[in-house]
Each structure stands twice: as structure tokens, then as C-alpha cells.
T-cell receptor, first 109, second 116 residues
């Protein structure tokens, strides 16, 4: 069975501070990991996926297979980063996504 | 590009009636669409995988006779909640997978269903 754990429901930081949203996963094979973001009153959208190894809006995430983690990081948070962030896992050829419960990030001025 | 729409955005229906929710990929073809359910302040739970031209694949615990899925074309999947009850009230979200974009899923804006 595949499972995604986001231990923090809420995370609050000040503008300019570093931010790290934690994500741990459980999967027996080789997973593909994603971070999705949902801004207020908007639909869910892909932020980044581990295979692309991109930095989007200053966010990065590294897959650590030893620790089964895929934490999302940004060195300097901005107010516009305030949103709900979901970590998700896809395993196998069916492309189904398993979501974590999400972390609500608030960046204070 | 890669826009997914859902209709209606919100619907209120009486207990015992059926309601249909549409999910459309507006500018790409999607052989596979997914239907999720989201309870308040909770995560998205996959209900079923909708495949164009074939039967949907339901997740464990999801009643296929209650949540009818039809994927009749490459741009449209429908979810029909049959004989709705108040406990079916929820936020239903669809996504469409683009084979042209590394199998990325694009999400619709969701449909708020309230059963009275």
C-alpha cells in the first residue's frame, strides 16, 4: 500500500524566513513524488515533481530514498506563497495519485 | 493550455435524487480522468479512474452502483451520484491526464454537492 504523510497541518513563518514543508512516504517500489499547491479559491495545481528536478517559484524538493522523504523547501518565503500544499505519490503504471493531508502555509508580513 | 472544467460548480439536490457532474478537458485529449472526493479540511481521496471507452476502475470501498462514471469521449467524463443521501455531500474534484505532458494530471475547480 502507498501512503503519504505530511506531519504538519499548519505552518506559519515570516516573510523572508526559510520554509520547509515535510513529506514522508511509504511505497514498496520506485515512486514518483509530487508537490501540489492550492491557493485560496483556486484549483489544485502542480508545483513540482521529483523527476524534473526543477525549481519552481523558488521551491525545491529532493527525493531522499533512504529517509523516504520529499520535503519542500524555499530559502526565503514570500507572502504570496501562502497556500495549501499537498505532497502526492504515484506508483506503478496506473498513474494514480495518493495525497497527503496537506499543510496550510501562512507567510506573515 | 491544459484547462479542465467542471459543471456545475455547486449543486443542491434532495435526498433520493441523482445528480450528474461533468468533467471536461478543454484543450487536450484525456484518455484517463480521475475522480476525487474531498471532505472539509481533509485531503483528496481517489474514488475512481475513468478510462475512455472502457469501464471505470473504482477504489476499494467506493460503490460503483452509487457513483456511476461514464467516459464517452476523449474530453468528457461524467460522475453521477445516484440516490443521493446527505452523507454524499462533499466536494468532488476531477483531473484529466495529458499524455502529451508527461502524464501530468490537470485538476478541475471542483463541484460542491449538498444533499438535503
Amino acid at each position: 500500500a502507498q501512503r503519504v504523510t505530511q506531519p504538519e497541518k499548519l505552518l506559519s513563518v515570516f516573510k523572508g524566513a526559510p520554509v520547509e514543508l515535510k513529506c514522508n512516504y511509504s511505497y514498496s517500489g520506485s515512486p514518483e513524488l509530487f508537490w501540489y499547491v492550492q491557493y485560496s479559491r483556486q484549483r489544485l495545481q502542480l508545483l513540482l515533481r521529483h523527476i524534473s528536478r526543477e525549481s519552481i517559484k523558488g521551491f525545491t524538493a529532493d527525493l531522499n530514498k533512504g529517509e523516504t522523504s520529499f520535503h519542500l523547501k524555499k530559502p526565503f518565503a514570500q507572502e504570496e506563497d501562502s497556500a495549501m500544499y499537498y505532497c502526492a505519490l504515484s506508483g506503478g503504471s496506473n498513474y494514480k495519485l495518493t495525497f497527503g493531508k496537506g499543510t496550510l502555509l501562512t507567510v506573515n508580513p | 493550455g491544459a484547462v479542465v472544467s467542471q459543471h456545475p460548480s455547486r449543486v443542491i439536490c434532495k435526498s433520493g435524487t441523482s445528480v450528474k457532474i461533468e468533467c471536461r478537458s478543454l484543450d487536450f485529449q484525456a484518455t484517463t480522468m480521475f475522480w476525487y472526493r474531498q471532505f472539509p479540511k481533509q485531503s483528496l481521496m481517489l474514488m475512481a479512474t475513468s478510462n475512455e471507452g472502457s469501464k471505470a476502475t473504482y477504489e476499494q470501498g467506493v460503490e460503483k452502483d452509487k457513483f456511476l462514471i461514464n467516459h464517452a469521449s476523449l474530453t468528457l467524463s461524467t460522475l453521477t451520484v445516484t440516490s443521493a443521501h446527505p452523507e454524499d455531500s462533499s466536494f468532488y474534484i476531477c483531473s484529466a491526464m495529458s499524455t502529451q505532458s508527461s502524464y501530468e494530471q490537470y485538476f478541475g475547480p471542483g463541484t460542491r454537492l449538498t444533499v438535503t
